[in-house]
């Protein structure tokens, strides 16, 4: 009896012991999909990692009572497709699926693929600027599944390197004439340089709130002028679409533009040029680059992580902490041109309307639907996800984009940075089939992207390709919280939030974006603000917040039209308060009825101005900012 008490015993301690830890599952760079995955004996590959955490889910073992923990060791995981998460793969409050990296170590999943064998040019390349024969080096675009990448970026040891473009900076040209009915552009001669055929050529073209990639089909010259016309589709929807839409002879002149993509372009050190029927890159090193031993990165996943539940079976209970995610691409601008309506979301088709008014809006006199930016790690159907200390960062459209029917997320402490789109993505905006202006609300709450929160996160330098783009842009979402993140440096808006240009009731309501800091916003566009928003969404505050340092960008359409706090088209059921900005530069454009503003400018408390952005604990996340501004 005694004995039998004592085996009870220790089987009973064993049971508490093993329940007291997750089952932990170890994967290296180095390691082999042959080794059992422990810490000693790692696995190579994340889906084997994943998969083994399935496994043992599925056949209910004993080691994941407690959870089951993923650790990745430091090192880069090359990825040829998204890791894709399941609903097989979700855990619950108590047994969560955690993947984390290993103490100390930086694991960095990748969608970039190395550029190897650099040679320096000795012969004359034909086309290329005098004042860069004998400074450019050459390789080969590598193969990917026996094919050469097409590509939009590329990267020298962490840092990105320009497209060929002219001019090199912000002292932009303007056009001079756009004809609505012919379909085509007249610019100054002097603004295209030594190109005389179009080739790879594409003009990015400002236009008030957004930029736009346009692939041109034909170049002719005329005396001191150049008429531009453009490829399919692009050109359809550039000609007909009315907003945003280029200006000539503004108040501040025409639209700007440059041009980019062509090898008479590369003239000074750290441009590029991919001769994509050659399938040669040329590129001109900055100062202290050797090719010899630099790191050189071209993207080719355009998604490195996927989570994809439904309504009915979500994904949930799974957990992302210290990982890095970088280097992806988006090759649509190369194949369809890139034609926004605003914050990155692209016209499929837009076109003007010669009789005005829609189901929701009587006078309105334009129709469009959209698509959405691809982001590097994308989440549909899945509720009580999280992101910890994450970096996002090398990316050639968004970061990271909580889609539809998600709820309950978190994404805390993590970096955003380098990235050609917009940071965070949240909630639907308009289906692809679904008139942009008409209200969301369906019939299915649980598509609602709700109760979400974004705090102490830093969001810098976004939207570095597609001017465009915000820090954070959310659609309709409800129940919402955005609150001590920082973003910097970015084009366009700092947070905007809201969707559909409409005072009727929708999917929005009681959403809180407070004790936020933005600063160094509009770096290239106007009709901007640090946070606007759009559309009625009853309960929602926007509160405690630090707005300042607006950029001025001598090209933007109208120099005074920039806000720091901006409440557009149909806002309805906001209350404004105590929110600082070192004036009271506002905007209320054909608002609905019950906002409130109470208390914003420069004389709210300095303790709620130094309490924004974020807290104590997250500070180190500021070193990334250059000269911590």
Known sequence: MIRSFSVSLLFALHLLTTAAHAADIWVAPSGSDRNPGTKEKPLATLNTALREARNLRRLHDASVQNGVRI?????????????????????????????????????????????????????????????????????????????ALSIRQLWVNGRKATRA????????????????????????????????QPGQLEMVLHQMWAVNVLRVRSLTMQGSKARVTFHEPESRIQFEHPWPRPIIDGKNGSSAFYLTNAVELLDTPGEWFYDAPHGQLLYWP??????????????????????????????SYVQFRGLTFAYTTWLRPSEQG????????????????????????????????????????????????????????????????????????????????????????????????????????????????????LENNLLLD?????????????????????RHNEIAQVPYTGISLGWGWTKTANAMQDNRVTQNYIHHYGQHTYDVAGIYTLSAQPGTVISENRVEEIGRAPYVHDPDHWFYLYLDEGSSGITVQNNWCPAEKFLANANGPNNVWINNGPLVSEAIKQAAGLEPAFQELRKAIPNNN
Not at 293 to 307: D, G, N, S
Not at 425 to 441: I, V
Request: negative net charge; aromatic residues 8%; hydrophobic residues 35%.
């Open 71 to 147: 650790w990745l060791r430091g090192g880069e995981y090359r990825l040829h497709e998204p890791w894709l998460f399941r609903p097989e793969d979700s855990g619950t409050a108590s047994n969560p699926t955690i993947i984390e990296a290993a103490p100390g170590e930086q694991p960095v999943l990748s969608g970039g693929v190395p550029v190897t064998g650099w040679q320096k040019v000795t012969g004359k390349i034909p086309g290329l600027p005098a004042a860069a024969q004998g400074q450019v080096w050459a390789a080969r675009v590598p193969l990917v599944a026996g094919r």
């Open 286 to 315: 900055r100062p202290n680059e050797t090719m010899s031993t630099a790191q050189v990165i071209v993207p080719a996943l355009e998604t490195l992580v996927r989570v994809a539940g439904s309504l009915d079976q979500p994904v």
């Open 165 to 196: 473009r002219t001019p090199n900076y912000d002292n932009l040209p303007r056009l001079l004439g756009w004809d609505t009915d012919k379909r085509e552009a007249w610019i100054p001669a002097a603004a295209v340089g030594a190109v005389r």
């Open 338 to 453: 890139h034609v926004p309506l605003q914050a990155g979301l692209f016209m499929l088709d837009a076109y003007s309307l010669q009789t005005p008014g829609t189901p929701d809006k009587k006078d309105l006199e334009n129709q469009a639907w959209l698509g959405r930016p691809p982001a590097a790690v994308a989440l549909s159907g899945a509720h009580h996800t999280s992101f910890t200390r994450c970096r996002f960062e090398h990316l050639a459209s968004a970061g990271l984009d909580y889609q539809s029917g998600t709820h309950d997320d978190a994404v805390t402490g993590c970096t955003f940075r380098d990235i050609a789109g917009n940071g965070i993505q949240l909630g639907k905006f308009s289906d692809e089939g679904t008139e942009t202006h008409l209200p969301y609300n369906p019939t299915d709450p649980r598509e609602i992207v709700t109760n979400e929160l």
């Open 462 to 482: 976004c939207g570095n390709e597609d001017w465009g783009c915000v820090g954070l842009a959310a659609g309709y979402v409800r129940g919402t919280t955005i």
